[in-house]
């Protein structure tokens, strides 16, 4: 989990796949960051979508949702 620290506390990220969405024949795995931020006298979580892996015919590729480049190991968060 990676870790941002701001003026008044810090935030963790982690990326997280949820599950499967199948259409036409594709499996689509939505992959998303799941931010915690903890500050003075208060604790918050956001959920931030930033790409879909789709699976289909034994190959997978990524669609980024942010534009960012993402890494080859969201890949091999689909097995």
Same mark, same amino acid.
């Given at each position: 989990?990676?870790?941002i620290e701001t003026c008044q506390g810090g935030m963790e990220g982690k !990326?997280?796949?949820l599950q499967p969405i199948?259409?036409?024949g594709k499996e689509i795995y939505p992959l998303v960051r799941v931010v915690e931020i903890d500050g003075t006298g208060f604790h918050a979580q956001y959920i931030e979508p !930033?790409?879909?892996v789709v699976v289909e015919n034994g190959e997978k590729y990524v669609i980024s949702i942010t534009g960012?480049?993402?890494s080859s190991d969201l890949w091999d968060m689909v097995s």
């Open positions: 989990m990676e870790k !990326i997280v796949k199948g259409v036409d !930033i790409a879909l960012e480049d993402l």
